[in-house]
């Protein structure tokens, strides 16, 4: 059975740094890209950040490039986020998310306010 | 950044009927590779989002064979023959052709 099991969230005050992780389980990690996504609550899905296998492809959504980094161990079968100069806006449910959105985990919440 | 336009916003629905949702995209969304990325998921109260459909036509792992999706280029459509109460919930649809990766603003399906 597949699994993304994120972590990481809480609350953060403006400016502040937070590192969120998806441990992956139930397929071969390291031969899929990966995604992040979030959710505002009550709005819909952005696409936040893409890594591919290898991390050889890295791509981002222009509202988090320069303050959010994606990485991937895959010996850890892990996926992080490493979060800077975190914004109100940036308060939502991050998802990891397999593949070509193929499956996602629960979700973790990310508050930023002072 | 492709703007992707999904219709109706909403929809109420009776158990057993069926319903068409749509999914318009400002560029085409063949690869270069050839391929049209283009999912449909569908995200019931509460939950994380479920891909229903990958590729513009090709049903999901354990995807009821209700749901079908068509369509090319720049234009899509999800259909759900005779609904069920399961599938109540938010659609939406995905573009991974062009990054950014774009969603549409979600259609929310309700029992009528």
């Known amino acids: 059975e597949v699994q993304l099991v994120e972590s990481g969230g809480g609350l953060v005050q403006p400016g502040r740094s937070l590192k969120l992780s998806c441990v992956a389980s139930?397929?071969?990690?390291?031969?899929?890209?990966m995604n992040w996504i979030r959710q505002a609550p009550g709005k819909g899905l952005e696409w936040v950040a893409y890594?591919?296998?290898?991390?050889?492809?890295?791509y981002y959504a222009e509202t988090v490039k320069g303050r959010f980094t994606i990485s991937r161990d895959n010996a850890k079968n892990t996926l992080y986020l490493q979060m800077t100069s975190l914004r109100s806006e940036d308060t939502a449910l991050y998802y990891c998310?397999?593949?070509?959105?193929?499956?996602w985990g629960q979700g973790v919440m990310v508050t930023v306010s002072s | 950044d492709v703007v992707m336009t999904q219709t109706p916003p909403s929809l109420s629905v009776a158990i057993g009927q069926s319903v068409s949702i749509s999914c318009k995209s400002s560029?085409?969304?063949?690869?270069?590779?050839?391929?049209?990325?283009l999912n449909w998921l569908l995200q019931n109260p509460g939950q994380s989002p479920k891909r229903l459909i990958y590729?513009?036509?090709n049903l999901g792992s354990g995807v009821p064979d209700r749901f079908s999706g068509t369509g090319s280029e720049k234009d899509f459509t999800l259909k759900i023959s005779r609904v069920e109460a399961e599938d109540l919930g938010v659609y939406h649809c995905?573009?991974?052709?062009?990054?950014?990766?774009?969603f549409g603003a979600g259609t929310k399906l309700e029992l009528k």
């Open positions: 998310a397999r593949g070509s959105y193929r499956d």
């Open positions: 139930g397929f071969t990690f390291s031969n899929y890209g």
């Open positions: 890594i591919s296998s290898g991390s050889s492809y890295i």
């Open positions: 560029q085409s969304l063949v690869h270069s590779d050839g391929k049209t990325y």
């Open positions: 590729q513009v036509s």
């Open positions: 995905v573009q991974a052709t062009h990054v950014p990766y774009t």
